[in-house]
């Protein structure tokens, strides 16, 4: 079903390590090929460190333009604050520097934020005319109450890193929300250095009579010690050619266990060398007391720009989200409290009605149920009122929904296969008409799955596709099956025919475990999104638009039609 599929039928798992297959850097000279999947030594790093989901360090610089002048023998002499909006409450980003006698000031201090696809991020720019006799104070020190309030705008990061040239032009606000002349203007940069990446591919010779020896790439910090940067995939860590590299061969052991077979330390000049000579590099062992047989030889050695998840959507690039519901009788009859269905007569949205929350035309579908025609369907439209799958925005799927839960009956058996099919098909028929559109389908289930094989064909199939899976769990029932599904524990998913997914696509949450936690359910079931997108961009070698090709998106062919 569209794109290409993917012969290798361990589907690049040796490089990962998480399988129980032969490992990258193989007794023997297999080579370990570098790819565009999830890369587990820098998830384990930063889940380690408390750093969830996939996030982009930016640069934040400001100009503001027809200033109101609150000095009498002078001009306004302006600072700029920036927050960002946490729980209610405000959080000081930074400052700028005070310009002073300027009305159109162009600030060279630049904010840092990290920007993170899964949350919203509400930033708040407030301008302050300095008094002259703080004009040798520290900006840090400096307290805001003593100064005259020039105005504040308001946006959320999104709204700036999805414009084509990330940038913005907000209108100024007084204390009161009166709309004021002046403006304030934000650019959001990523720093170029992020982008850079070196891809190689290596074998190693000699080493131990290991089963499954795979390789771990770590950058020597000083304060921090080793942080890993790779398993034998691509390297990709803002590296400089002279920073100290440790290179670790571990042999594989399913419980996490590795039992290390030897190391080196090195730097990416070094590699190159290694790459330039057709020499190997010899491991040695613990703490470096005997020099091993074992070498390590670089048969590809390529530096590249690696395109960023903001640079694929500021360019044109488009999520088109999908949803299914199930309405199997295992989520109760409706009319009981107890039910996960039940339409509670005070407005309170029950377990599935949670999730509504987009405000654009999306296919939507239910399944499990026995419909007016009276047969069980496994893929049927929400919206009865047309002949399309489609809702438009909240108000749609919640009318969509509450119609179709009254001329319904809840029935079985749970299949996911051909929701999954039917949503893979629509990404399939996208490609037609382009490469700028990835599909999210997101499943709301209680999660008791009867075609847990055919569910695993049908997402090794979708993993060559556009498309990223997306389950979240309702009720108190066992979601391990729902959990074999997600491959967050390194091993991917193996098809009836002994093929393996060329990706991780399905991201699951138990609605019940992040309830009330630190994290939305939404945050948790968005943050492996942006990585799961880049892994097919990559994998497919698509790059960003030209800002020339989107200036003319008016040329570009039709929209593809939505499947029926």
């Given at each position: ?8 039928v ?10 129980g ?8 000279g297999?080579?370990a090929?570098g790819?565009g999947?999830a890369?587990?030594?820098?998830d ?16 934040l ?14 001009k306004?002499d302006?600072?700029l604050v920036i927050y ?13 520097e005070?310009i ?9 201090t ?9 949350i919203?991020?509400?930033l708040v ?8 006799r703080?004009h ?14 020039l105005?504040?705008a308001?946006c959320?990061l999104?709204?700036?890193?999805t414009k084509l040239?990330?940038s ?5 606000r007084d204390?009161?929300?009166h709309a004021?002349l002046g403006?304030?203007t934000?650019?959001a940069e990523?720093?170029?250095?992020s982008r850079?990446?070196v891809?190689?591919?290596?074998h190693a010779?000699n080493?131990?009579?290991?089963d499954d ?7 020597l ?23 100290p ?8 052991d399913?419980s996490g ?7 080196f330390?090195?730097t990416?000049?070094q590699?190159?060398?290694l ?5 190997g ?5 613990y703490k470096?007391?005997k ?7 670089v048969d590809k050695?390529q530096?590249?720009v ?9 360019s044109g690039?488009?999520?088109n ?6 309405f199997?009788?295992?989520?109760g009859d409706?009319?009981?409290?107890q039910?996960l269905?039940?339409?509670?007569p005070?407005g ?5 009605q949670?999730f509504?929350?987009n ?5 939507a579908?239910g ?9 069980i369907?496994?893929c ?5 009122t047309?002949?399309?799958c ?11 929904y ?6 319904v009956?809840l ?10 099919n ?5 990404a399939s028929?996208?490609l037609q ?10 499943i ?13 064909d049908?997402?090794v199939?979708?993993?060559?596709l556009?498309l990223?899976?997306l389950i979240?769990?309702?009720?108190n029932a066992?979601?391990?099956?729902m ?6 524990s ?8 002994g ?13 019940r475990d992040v309830?009330?936690g630190?994290?939305s359910v939404?945050?948790s ?10 892994a097919y ?27 029926k």
């Open positions: 079903m569209g794109g290409c599929l993917s012969g290798d361990r589907g690049g798992m040796e490089a990962v390590g998480g399988s297959g032969r490992g990258a850097a193989g007794t023997g297999g080579a090929q790819g999947g890369n587990e030594a820098v384990h790093f930063f889940n380690a460190a408390g750093l969830r989901g996939l996030y982009s360090p930016l640069e610089s400001f100009s503001a333009s027809k200033l109101r002048n609150m000095d009498v023998l002078s306004s302006p600072m960002i909006r946490k729980d209610k409450r405000l959080e000081e980003i930074g400052r700028t005070v002073l006698n300027s009305l159109e000031p162009s600030w060279i630049k904010a840092t934020i990290n920007y993170q696809f899964e919203i991020q509400p720019f407030r301008i302050y005319d300095i008094d002259t703080y040798n104070t520290p900006v840090k020190t400096l307290n805001l109450a003593q100064q005259d309030f105005g504040e308001f959320n999104s709204e700036i890193v040239h990330h913005v032009t907000l209108n100024l204390s009161c929300g004021l403006t304030v934000v650019h990523e720093s170029n250095s850079m990446a891809e190689m591919t290596l010779l080493l131990e009579n290991k020896p795979f390789l771990r790439i770590s950058r910090v000083e304060t921090a010690g080793p942080i890993p940067i790779c398993k034998t995939e691509v390297i990709n860590n803002n590296l400089n050619p002279d920073n590299l440790l290179v670790e061969c571990f042999d594989f399913s266990d590795h039992e290390l077979i030897g190391a330390q090195t990416i000049t590699l190159e060398n790459y330039n000579s057709k020499s590099a010899n491991f040695f062992s470096g007391q020099k091993l047989k074992g070498q390590l030889f050695f530096e590249k690696q395109h960023t998840f903001l640079d694929y959507i500021s690039f488009e999520l989200f999908m949803v299914a519901v199930d199997t009788a295992s989520n409706p009319r009981s409290p039910s269905h039940y339409i509670d005070s309170r949205p029950n377990s599935y949670q509504y929350d405000d654009r035309r999306f296919p579908w399944f499990g149920a026995k419909t007016p025609q009276g047969y369907s496994h049927f439209n929400l919206n009865a047309t002949n399309g489609e809702v438009v925005g909240v108000e749609g799927i919640m009318s969509a509450s119609s179709t839960l009254y001329s009956t029935a079985g058996p749970t299949l996911f296969g051909p929701i999954i039917k949503a893979a098909e629509i028929h996208s008409y382009g490469n700028n559109k990835y599909f999210v389908l997101l709301i289930t209680d999660g008791v799955l009867t075609d847990i094989q055919e569910t695993k049908s997402i199939r979708a993993s060559d556009p990223s899976i979240v769990g309702v009720g066992d979601f391990k099956q959990e074999i599904l997600d491959g967050d390194g091993k991917r998913l193996e098809s009836s025919t093929r393996i997914a060329t990706r991780d696509i399905v991201q699951f949450v138990p609605m309830q009330g630190q994290i939404v945050q079931l968005l943050e492996e999104l942006p990585g799961q997108f880049l961009m990559r994998s497919r070698d698509i790059k960003p638009r030209a800002p020339l090709q989107q200036d003319n998106a008016s040329s570009a062919p039709p929209l593809y039609p939505p499947t």
